[in-house]
């Protein structure tokens, strides 16, 4: 879910991210890499230069400008010439990574890549529409006893709790079942309600000291006083959990992804959440709503972190996103189709909305950014919705059930059915 994306209440990591900031930035002077988080591995430039002359002039400051810097390039940062385009390494050194535009789309050179599009997809005509497609299921955040930790866990009365980690695995398992009838090779990023890292919180609890540190917080508390402690994000524990399960896990999700699975399509799955005020005696709204996200719109705030530069250009010159977006703007339009929801609207100046489905935006979130292959990111449904609420509460079923006095099928199978549809629309109409 996303309201954050934040769901359920989460408060924005604010101080960490200027503790970071500020806390790496006095080590500059020591030549270190400026990174987003003390778990973000140092860019490996030389890694982008296999991408020499892969990419015009027009198409490189197409995606710069209408996907990942859409908010505006600096010049601190990126400088696009006519035929090559110099990237910033080191803010200190001020080192700079020069990438050579091929002249032209008849000379341009092929960098080779770890994943396939539909199109280079080798697919019998009588086969099933996904027959050699690997697709990853990601099914959002961890669950179990962590979901509390994770604030992705309500309860409203006497029902049973909510937990979103618990509802995206069951969606992701349906889904399973379905793809691999279709022909796809399907793997699991998460298969269990327990953390992909092998960390724990008390492994970051240095760490955590160090950024509050950094953040001018000499003698931070160890623990906070509850969800509602105002002051929570200047305690240990809560750093710790942040970096455990905002950050190690996430990042351990992407080696997995990364070194092992080599999908061609990564599904991030997802239910989303409105703020409902106090969190002893929440209430429910009225809003319901959906959106998908692919990566991009990187803020200047978020680009003057070194590995996130990096993951930027990675991504873009490794065109992942012309095949997400037309996933994504396929399968959300089937999406709103099916679950006859309003796309989301967001407030905040963090994304763009991209495709012509007017249900996909573009957002630099950790997972869509360092997984290596197109990423599409779902959000349907508000889950602090009083019918989506009832329609979690009355879990998986066949056929259709009154609830609120309109008949509705399984949020499971909707969710599920959905997707698929989506995907075979996608995939049938690249043979």
């Not at 930027?312 to 959300?332: C, G, H, P």
């Not at 019918?387 to 199978?413: C, H, K, L, M, W």
Request: proline fraction near 5%; hydrophobic fraction near 40%; charged fraction near 30%.
């Amino acid at each position: 879910m996303i309201s954050r994306h934040f769901h359920l209440r989460i408060v924005p990591s604010g101080l960490l991210f200027l503790s970071l900031f500020f806390f790496l930035g006095t080590l500059s002077s020591l030549a270190v890499d400026l990174l987003s988080s003390p778990l973000a591995d140092s860019p490996k430039w030389k890694l982008l230069e296999k991408y020499q002359r892969t990419m015009t002039h027009d198409e490189f400051e197409r995606l710069a400008r209408e996907v990942y810097c859409s908010h505006g390039i600096s010049n601190d940062f990126i400088r696009i010439e006519r035929d090559f385009a110099c990237i910033l390494m080191d803010q200190n050194a001020q080192t700079w990574f020069t990438l050579r535009f091929a002249r032209d789309e008849r000379r341009r050179r092929s960098a080779g890549r770890g994943w396939r599009s539909a199109q280079s997809l080798l697919r019998p005509k009588r086969a099933g529409i996904l027959v050699g497609l690997r697709i990853a299921l990601d099914p959002g955040h961890i669950g179990g006893e962590w979901a509390k930790m994770e604030e992705r866990w309500f309860k409203m009365g006497d029902a049973a709790p909510v937990e979103e980690g618990e509802m995206t695995l069951r969606v992701a398992e349906m889904l399973a079942v379905k793809l691999r009838h279709l022909g796809a090779q399907v793997s699991f990023v998460r298969r269990k309600n327990e953390p992909v890292t092998p960390f724990r919180p008390d492994d970051f609890k240095i760490a955590a000291r160090e950024v509050l540190k950094a953040g001018q917080i000499e003698n931070p508390r160890e623990d906070f006083d509850g969800p509602d402690d105002p002051l929570k994000e200047q305690t240990v524990r809560w750093q710790s959990e942040i970096l455990f399960y905002r950050n190690s896990e996430i990042r351990q999700r992407a080696r997995l992804v990364n070194s092992k699975l080599h999908p061609d399509l990564i599904l991030c799955l997802h239910f989303n959440a409105e703020a409902w005020g106090d969190e002893r005696n929440p209430t429910f709204i009225d809003k319901n709503h959906l959106h998908l996200l692919v990566n991009g719109s990187y803020l200047e705030s978020e680009l003057v972190f070194d590995d996130e530069r990096f993951e930027m250009l990675r991504r873009l010159l490794s065109r992942t996103y012309d095949e997400e977006i037309k996933i994504a703007d396929t399968v959300a339009a089937r999406m709103a189709k099916e679950m006859q929801l309003p796309p989301y609207q967001y407030k905040t100046d963090n994304v763009t909305k991209v495709g012509a489905s007017g249900y996909v935006y573009a957002r630099n979130l950790v997972a869509t950014r360092l997984y290596q292959c197109p990423v599409v990111y779902f959000e349907p449904y508000v889950m602090n919705n009083s019918e989506v609420f009832a329609r979690i509460q009355a879990g998986d079923y066949e056929g259709t059930r009154p609830i609120n006095g309109i008949e509705r099928p399984s949020i499971y199978r909707e969710y599920v059915d959905s997707v698929v549809k989506g995907l075979v629309e996608y995939y049938r109409a690249s043979r």
